[in-house]
């Protein structure tokens, strides 16, 4: 798993790339923690995540969540169709406006 | 091979001490060298410069020297001469007197030489052979001269060099004064005659008329060379007497041979012709003649002639020559008396004698200081070698109880580390070990580090303890976990109007996925399948919790949406892990065949329906369970969970699964997929969750063959039985773990 920040202002855009599993969720987790304080907008890019598990989905709920308290947002783009089903699914994807 | 570092240390150490020993005692013995080199090359220079001084300061020193000696010598023989002839003129004066006055002299008789006589010192008369003995003024005048006789004899006999004295008269008699008598008398008795106008002192005297030397002569009785002197006589004008007197050679040799100084020194006596009257040369171009006169004004040396007609002015002198072809000084002095001359001749190399002598002692003393020094020089060399062992063996000595000093806390540390085996040694810094160091501060950090080794020992086995027992604990958690999950289908199955089967196999030891089934009353049976987020122990518990509210409000035969609202706001209320958990709750009225159901963000419903799966499409978009805390709940669209119903028929099947299964990835990371699921579902032999399960299992392992399974993998499974299946033998209660 590799994540890329792109820093535009108080925008950051994470690009991710790789699966977001159970082993990869701690560490992306902190790392959205630390994000979630950098910035007062985050857009994560999922144009390389092939797969999330609900570990991961955890993550980025807790993400959602955090940036929704500090009145801050929060969105995701290029999400893959696996993914988005996912999204879809689980709900996820209306948190995030994504539409079915 | 290992070297030790005591070793290594050690050998460092000497060799820098052996090469700068080595430097040192070579420059020592370098600097002795040179030093006895610049002694050598100054005792050299010294020995040229004492040479060239001496020589120089010799030269004028002998010069003087030799010259006022020859002087002395020449006068002290001079003497001899002037002696003779003051004697003579003494006697010729009294002679003189006697015989121009012989009225005042009464004649004495002189006596006839006598054997009786021979050796002593007496007067005697001869006769020359043209004498008439018998001539009475003759007589008279012989009886005259004869008072003169006692005069003679101490002449004669008071002087150390004089052979003779006599008064000879020109009638032919002379009165002589001698030792040798018997050598006038002839062989028969007869006495022997004595011309004397013929010897060359009387022909001299009467020629020259003045006091007259001859050259050296044979002696007429002493057969010895020698020098006479004559002296003559006048009366009236006319010769009247000649007084003479003879020095014998010898006398004269030992006179000037004694002037001989050394053995490269010779003296020489030349008379006014330059004639060679003595030498001590025996040979040579100053060598003394054979008989006869050798004139050195004759000689072919010019230097030599030179300086001979220079002596004989009578000056004196000293000059360098060449003489037989070898550097000479000549000195010279002359004999007034005589007009004759002495030289004094030295060889250089005699001169420089003193000088070489000199020379000689400063290079005999110089020697013996180069040969002090040599020795010297060699003890010092062995000196600087012995010093420079004895520091290589002290240097030595050091490097060993140095290195070992500086090892012995290293081994130290080797040996308490190796006795390093059970759980009670512990490493110390000791006393050893207190080096000040590099060393003690390595000892420090073994000792921290055996410290740490020991904690982390004792951590580790605490660990592996707690690991164990978490290990024992999570085992007994799965079991728990799925003995919470009902199980005992078959009893379940068999005299139902429908057949179930579920299965869950956890990635870990405990999952997140759960399913449930339960009958809420005769009529109606619950299906659960639901997956929380995340997996692990927290995953479980908040799974349990979960499960146990949604029996719980399920139990209460609220509509399935109603369940999930209620169960939504009672996770959402202490959820700080933020964990949320999707759910499909299906709610069967067995009598009805009617299906009620509420999704959370949960897989899509697979109905079986003549023997054709497919999807059943979700009603409504939903989220799931605990998404949201409570204060933003107001985000969530409304509803946040959606609804619906199904009506069934006898045979159909349902089955209802969590993500493990879609997401079930293949090494090549490829998911497995809904629409792989739904192929395989219409490939299968048979819709009986019991057959069906495991075959679907064994698809999803075919699948995904040595990949990892990353998320719990659910499924549950029911059928409904078609009226002849039935029994109609219902055994009542659900059993329920």
């Known amino acids: 798993m590799n994540v890329k920040l792109i820093k535009k202002g108080n925008v950051g855009e994470v ?18 923690q630390k994000i979630a304080e950098q910035f007062d907008k985050v857009v994560l890019d999922f144009d390389g995540v092939p797969y ?8 980025l709920r807790n993400l959602y969540v955090t940036m929704s308290r500090k009145g801050g947002s929060f969105s995701v783009r290029n999400v893959r169709k696996d993914v988005m089903d996912v999204f879809n699914v689980t709900g996820f994807g209306m948190l995030l406006n994504l539409g079915m | 091979m290992k070297i030790s570092l005591s070793t290594k240390l050690f050998q460092i150490m000497i060799a820098l001490v052996a090469v700068a020993v080595i430097l040192f005692a070579g420059a020592g013995i370098f600097q002795v060298y040179r030093f006895a080199g610049i002694m050598g090359e100054t005792n050299r220079e010294q020995n040229a410069v004492i040479m060239d001084t001496m020589s120089e300061s010799m030269e004028e020193v002998a010069a003087d020297s030799y010259r006022k000696y020859v002087v002395a010598e020449a006068k002290l023989l001079d003497g001899e001469f002037w002696t003779m002839r003051h004697d003579l003129e003494v006697l010729a004066r009294q002679v003189q007197e006697i015989l121009e006055h012989p009225a005042r002299y009464t004649p004495v008789d002189v006596p006839r030489p006598s054997l009786e006589n021979a050796g002593k010192l007496t007067v005697q008369l001869i006769y020359s052979d043209r004498a008439d003995q018998t001539d009475r003024e003759l007589n008279e005048q012989i009886g005259r001269v004869g008072t003169l006789g006692s005069t003679i004899l101490e002449i004669v006999g008071g002087s150390d060099t004089l052979l003779d004295c006599m008064v000879s008269l020109p009638g032919g008699a002379t009165v002589i004064v001698d030792r040798t008598p018997e050598a006038k008398i002839g062989p028969n008795g007869e006495y022997l005659p004595l011309n004397a106008w013929r010897r060359p002192w009387y022909a001299g005297a ?27 006589v006048y009366v009236n004008g006319e010769l009247a007497a000649v007084c003479g007197s003879s020095i014998q050679m010898n006398s004269l040799e030992g006179i000037v041979s004694d002037a001989q100084l050394g053995e490269n020194s010779h003296t020489c006596l030349i008379n006014e012709t330059g004639g060679i009257i003595y030498s001590s040369w025996t040979d040579g171009e100053l060598g003394m003649p054979d008989g006869g006169l050798k004139s050195l004004r004759e000689s072919s040396n010019a230097e030599l002639v030179a300086l001979v007609n220079e002596a004989l002015t009578g000056k004196t002198g000293f000059s360098r020559l060449l003489l037989n072809g070898e550097e000479t000084y000549i000195a ?24 070489l002598l000199l020379t000689r002692q400063t290079d005999e003393v110089m020697q013996e200081s180069m040969e ?26 050091a490097s060993k109880l140095f290195a070992n000093r500086l090892v012995r806390p290293i081994k130290r540390m080797t040996q308490q580390v190796s006795e390093m085996q059970g759980d009670d040694v512990t490493f110390h810094v000791d006393d050893i070990l207190r080096t000040g160091d590099e060393i003690e501060v390595l000892a420090c950090s073994i ?8 904690r982390y020992i004792r951590e580790n086995s605490a660990m592996t303890a707690e690991k164990e027992r978490i290990s024992t604990e999570l085992s007994l958690a799965t079991r728990i976990q799925s003995d919470m999950m009902p199980s005992v289908f078959p009893k379940f199955t068999g005299a139902e109007e429908f057949s179930i089967d579920a299965l869950m196999h956890p990635a870990k030891e405990v999952g997140g996925d759960f399913y449930d089934f339960f009958r809420i009353d005769d009529d109606h049976l619950a299906l659960v399948t639901a997956d929380v987020s995340g997996k692990g122990v927290g995953a479980a518990l908040f799974m349990m919790i979960s499960k146990t509210l949604l029996k719980n409000e399920a139990m209460h035969g609220k509509a399935p949406v109603e369940v999930l609202r209620e169960v939504n706001a009672q996770l959402s209320e202490s959820n700080k892990e933020g964990m949320f958990v999707t759910v499909w709750l299906g709610i069967l009225d067995l009598s009805t065949l009617k299906l009620s159901y509420a999704d959370a963000g949960h897989e899509k419903l697979l109905l079986c329906h003549e023997g054709k799966w497919r999807y059943i499409e979700k009603p409504r978009r939903s989220a799931a369970l605990a998404m949201l805390p409570p204060d933003m709940l107001e985000l969530m669209p409304t509803p946040p969970f ?10 159909d099947a349902l089955l209802q699964y969590t993500d493990g299964v879609t997401e079930a990835t293949n090494a090549q990371s490829e998911l497995f997929g809904e629409e792989r699921l739904l192929d395989t579902l219409n490939r299968a032999p048979s819709n009986e969750p019991t057959e069906l399960l495991p075959y679907l299992r064994g698809e999803i392992d075919a699948f995904v063959q040595d990949a990892e399974q990353f998320d719990d993998i659910t499924m549950l499974g029911v059928r409904l ?3 002849s299946e039935h029994t109609g033998n219902e055994t009542g209660e659900e059993t329920q773990k």
């Open chain 2, 642 to 651: 959606a609804e619906g119903e199904l009506q069934l028929s006898p045979g």
């Open chain 2, 372 to 397: 002090a020094l040599r020795l010297n020089q060699i003890d010092t060399n062995i000196r600087t070698v012995l010093a420079a062992l004895l520091l290589l063996a002290l240097a030595a000595f």
């Open chain 2, 447 to 454: 000792e921290e580090m055996d410290a740490k080794l020991h």
């Open chain 1, 15 to 32: 690009l991710l790339d790789g699966r977001i599993d159970a082993k990869v969720t701690p560490e992306l987790e902190q790392y959205f």
């Open chain 1, 52 to 59: 999330i598990s609900s570990a991961g989905l955890r993550a």
């Open chain 2, 206 to 232: 009467a020629t020259h008329g003045e006091p007259y030397f001859s050259p050296v002569n044979r002696d007429n009785y002493h057969n010895t060379y020698e020098v006479m002197a004559g002296v003559p």
């Open chain 2, 721 to 723: 039985k078609k009226q």
């Open chain 2, 332 to 355: 010279y002095a002359p004999l007034p008396t005589v007009g004759w001359a002495q030289l004094l001749t030295v060889s250089r190399e005699e001169l420089n004698q003193t000088a």
